[in-house]
């Protein structure tokens, strides 16, 4: 059974910045993390809300909210061409909400569910995103205890540190370091004289299906993305933790190494086996996680795990 509890903000100002959020629809639905059922810790409901909120271009962001009944929130992040029912950010949320934290996920424009084209750089945009999902729930007068982004989420929050400096807790899973490399590896050989040659690249499966197209306008939108120069520019007073696997087949967990270097309040936990997905290894994940989130220790470049 739906519940629709009606708009929020719409054509309002949310009451700390000038994002105007129209008719923020929300619907509620009582279920647990995955099956659709109510999940108790001491007592508590977590209840699963499908919340829309539009970004500053008017695109509809589709997001899902785990409510415990806590003030507190983390909102996380997905990586490339992925969303917000990705394996890892369910266990995350199920993780966090064990804890009594309530829990936003939500699909960056072009992804998943949210209006938009997809983008093969797009970094700037999806801060955008974030940034509207951020003022709404200041607009409601939730505490967001952290920002917590996998892959190109990673590198997301990590830039939003950079640029808005509202959040004091950042969590970098797998996100990468130089965005300059990678890029091969799906495009092809050759690729910054084909691109520009023929203005795009499209990227084929197996069968020859094309599954996105990269224009020259979002590939250089990655080049010129500078995750050196961003890391210097979040504050000192910014808690940082970066999370790694050593056997990450996509981010090489040098990656993360530099992070640590650059962000001077900043944790690196490199968890020993792990792929990009952590699949066997998602419950360390999670728990190094949600550690983090409700310590207050300042941690200062340490590092944890070996690589």
């Known amino acids: 059974m739906q519940l629709v509890l009606g708009r929020g903000y719409n054509n309002s100002t949310v009451e700390k910045g000038d994002l105007q959020c129209h008719q923020a629809c929300i619907t509620c639905q009582n279920s647990d993390l995955a099956q659709g059922q109510s999940s108790k810790k001491e007592g508590s409901l977590v209840s699963k809300q499908r919340i829309i909120i539009e970004n500053r271009f008017g695109e509809k962001l589709v997001s899902i909210l785990y409510e415990t009944g806590s003030n507190d929130l983390v909102i996380l992040c997905h990586g490339f061409r992925s969303s917000k029912e990705s394996k890892t950010l369910v ?34 945009k999806e801060v955008d995103d974030l940034h509207a999902i951020i003022r709404y729930y200041f607009g409601l007068k939730r505490t967001i205890s952290a920002i917590v982004g996998h892959s190109k989420g990673g590198d997301v929050v990590l830039l939003y540190a950079s640029m808005y400096h509202d959040i004091h807790t950042i969590v970098n899973i797998s996100g990468r370091f130089y965005l300059d490399r990678g890029i091969e590896a799906r ?13 795009f690249i499209d990227v084929k499966d197996k069968s020859g299906q094309v599954q996105y197209r990269v224009t020259e306008e979002s590939l250089m939108d990655r080049l010129s993305t500078d995750m ?17 696997g050593s056997a ?19 944790k690196l936990k490199i968890i020993e086996g792990a792929d990009h997905l952590f699949r066997s290894h998602h419950v360390e994940l999670a728990l190094t996680l949600v550690d983090f989130v409700i310590s207050n220790d300042t941690g200062h470049s340490t590092v944890h795990g070996d690589i």
């Open 228 to 244: 050196h120069q961003a890391c210097l520019l979040i504050n000192k007073d910014c808690r940082i933790l970066t999370v790694h």
């Open 248 to 266: 990450d087949e996509i981010v090489p967990a040098e990656d993360a190494l530099e992070f640590a270097k650059l962000i001077p309040n900043h």
């Open 187 to 199: 495009l092809g050989e050759g690729f910054l004289e084909r691109i520009r040659n023929d203005m």
């Open 91 to 124: 266990n995350l949320a199920a993780a966090l909400t064990k804890e009594r934290i309530s829990v936003v996920c939500f699909d960056f424009s072009g992804n998943g569910e949210s209006e938009g084209s997809f983008q093969y750089g797009n970094y700037r």
